[in-house]
């Protein structure tokens, strides 16, 4: 028996989430849902998957378009056992009580508030407390991929505190609205960025405070991190740790791999799907104690690297899987993320 998933939103999130759906053995799209009819609308269902209209009142302009569209919202989620709910930031909240209505488990992201649900999820750091819950949101793409390593460092070598600088994209490539196309953004001008809280909502006891800037580039969000560890280590324990996380990936200057174009770059050539980067994008080379505080620089693949977080956050929900460790080897291995990870 597969666990029935229904995905509401179905954009940059909803649809990288579905194709993850589908890639696992033990879970299966049960249907996905689109405002308007649209390229992707049509590519839903040249994959196979069942379209539906978010209200009653969008169908005719599916019918005008000639995109079949199998009923309204509430007709998929007749047929779930969990819904995912990749809608725009603060649009999710308006879907509770339809899911509650439906007796549904559901999972919303990192644009919809800690409140929603009250539990935040990334696979490493707290599947385990979140095997069988009602409701969970997995975190933004940033701060999963702070997570994965303040994570891992705090369970090897403590945490004393960490001083991030987010250097963010500011659209995403298929966004032709958002800017700036010119300029630089403190955002928000005054301490501290949202992520630093965000990043307590897993982890409460990590000292964490982060300042965020808007970039004009659509390809990947750039960390520069500052960290002071409570026991002593070297470099090379860094990167033998790192090296031996599920979902980091190493990669080295040496290797030309000098830039955000070119970790996007080694995604495409990989074969990965719309060329996506799931891992963190660890520099090697850029791992440097200096005054006794760790130093190091990753990249962020905003698009998807929240998306085997949603396929761990349904197993742990559903209870599928009670041990974390397994869940996300499973989903690694049924997307591709397999080893070498150390590219360097
Ligand atoms: P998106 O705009 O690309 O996609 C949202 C989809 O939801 C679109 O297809 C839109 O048509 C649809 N939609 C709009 N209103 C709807 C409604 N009322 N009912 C059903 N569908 C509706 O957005 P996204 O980037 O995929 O973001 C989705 C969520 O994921 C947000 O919470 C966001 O903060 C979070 N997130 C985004 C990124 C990213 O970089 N894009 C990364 C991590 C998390």
Redesign the pocket.
């Known amino acids: 028996m597969t666990v029935k998933v229904a995905i ?7 649809k990288r989430v579905a194709d993850a759906v589908a890639s696992q053995d033990d879970m299966e799209v049960i249907g996905v ?4 009819p649209s390229f ?1 609308a049509r590519m839903a269902l040249e994959k196979g998957y069942a379209l539906y209209a ?1 209200s009653k009142e969008n169908i005719d302009d599916f019918k005008k378009s000639k995109i079949e569209v199998s009923g309204t ?1 509430g007709d998929m989620l007749d047929k779930a056992d969990i819904v995912i709910d ?4 603060d ?2 909240e ?2 509770k009580k339809l899911y509650e209505k439906h007796g549904l488990k559901a999972i ?5 508030d800690h409140e929603l649900t009250g539990f935040s999820f990334n696979s490493e750091a707290n599947y385990g407390d979140a095997l069988g819950r009602q409701f969970a949101r997995v975190v ?2 940033n701060t999963t991929g702070l997570v994965r390593v303040l994570y891992a460092l705090d369970s090897a070598y403590g945490v004393k505190k960490a001083r991030v600088t987010l250097m963010r994209r500011a659209a ?1 490539p298929g966004d032709i609205k958002t800017g700036p196309i010119n300029a630089l953004v403190p955002d928000p001008i005054k301490l501290p960025s949202h992520h630093g809280p965000d990043v307590n909502s897993i982890l409460p006891d990590i000292d964490i405070t982060t300042m965020a800037v808007k970039i004009s580039t659509t390809l990947m969000h750039l960390h520069g991190l500052n960290i002071e560890l409570k026991k002593a280590c070297g470099e090379d324990d860094i990167i033998k740790m790192f090296s031996a996380r599920p979902r980091i990936r190493l990669v080295s200057s040496k290797d030309k791999i000098k830039s955000t174009a070119e970790a996007m770059e080694l995604a495409k050539d990989m074969g990965r799907p719309r060329g996506d980067m799931w891992e963190n994008v660890v520099w090697k080379d850029s791992i440097a104690f200096n005054k006794g505080e760790l130093y190091f620089f990753q990249a962020i693949h ?2 998807s690297d ?1 998306v085997p977080e949603n396929i761990d956050a349904i197993r742990a929900l559903m209870e599928m899987e009670k041990d974390g460790m397994r869940s996300i080897k499973k989903t690694n291995k049924a997307l591709g993320i397999l080893a070498p990870k150390d590219t360097a």
């Open positions: 509401n939103g179905y954009g940059t999130i909803g849902v689109k405002t308007r992707e978010a919202i990749a809608t725009p930031g649009t999710g308006e879907y919303w992201q990192g644009g919809e933004s793409c995403d905003q698009e929240v």
